[in-house]
C-alpha cells in the first residue's frame, strides 16, 4: 500500500509541474471565427505572453481534425499562409499577437461549423527553452469579429511600453 500512494503522490507531483510551466505562458483576448454551414477551416486567435522564452509548437481540438499554426503574410501581393514547422517564437515578457492576416491557430477539417457565441476546446502545446512541452487547455469563444471591437485597427497599437517588466 505504501508504494502505491508514492507512486500516486508521484503522478499527481508530475501532472502539477506540467499545469505550473503550462501558466508561463498568460493568454488574452482568444476567439475563433464562425463558420458557415460546409467551410472547412477557419482560425483561432489570441495574444500570448510568456515569462520566459518558449515557442508555440502545436495546438488540438476536438473540432478539428487537423490543427496547425499558421503564419499569413503577403508575397509578391498574394497572400499566402504555411505552418510554421519550427513553432512560433514567444520571447519573455513580449506580447505575441495571434490575428487575422498574422498568425493564427489554423482549425482544419471542421467537424462541425463554429457557431457564434459558443466556446470550443482547444489545447496549446508549448516547449519552452530547454524543450520541455507544456499544454494548456482553453474555451475559445466564437466569434465573427475580435472581441473588444477595434476589428480594422491596423495598427492595433497597445502601448507597449505599459507591459515593460517591473524593475
Ligand atoms: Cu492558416
Redesign the pocket.
Given at each position: 500500500m505504501k508504494l502505491r500512494t508514492a507512486l500516486c503522490a508521484t503522478l499527481v507531483a508530475l501532472s502539477l509541474t506540467s499545469i505550473a510551466s503550462a501558466q508561463n505562458v498568460e493568454v488574452k483576448d482568444a476567439w475563433a471565427r464562425a463558420t458557415v454551414q460546409g467551410q472547412k477551416a477557419t482560425?483561432a486567435f489570441m495574444t500570448l505572453t510568456s515569462k520566459t522564452n518558449a515557442k508555440l509548437v502545436g495546438a488540438t481540438s476536438s473540432v478539428a481534425g487537423v490543427t496547425?499554426v499558421?503564419e499569413?503574410k503577403m508575397d509578391n501581393g498574394v497572400m499566402k499562409?504555411r505552418a510554421l514547422e519550427g513553432g512560433l517564437e514567444l520571447p519573455a515578457g513580449k506580447a505575441t499577437s495571434l490575428k487575422p492576416g498574422g498568425y493564427?491557430v489554423?482549425l482544419m477539417d471542421l467537424k462541425l461549423p463554429l457557431q457564434k457565441d459558443t466556446t470550443i476546446p482547444l489545447t496549446l502545446v508549448f516547449k519552452d527553452a530547454k524543450g520541455i512541452e507544456s499544454k494548456m487547455e482553453l474555451k475559445v469563444p466564437v466569434a465573427q469579429t475580435p472581441p473588444g471591437g477595434g476589428a480594422d485597427m491596423g495598427g492595433h497599437q497597445h502601448g507597449d511600453t505599459a507591459n515593460k517588466p517591473k524593475q
Open positions: 482560425g496547425e499558421h499569413m499562409m493564427h489554423m
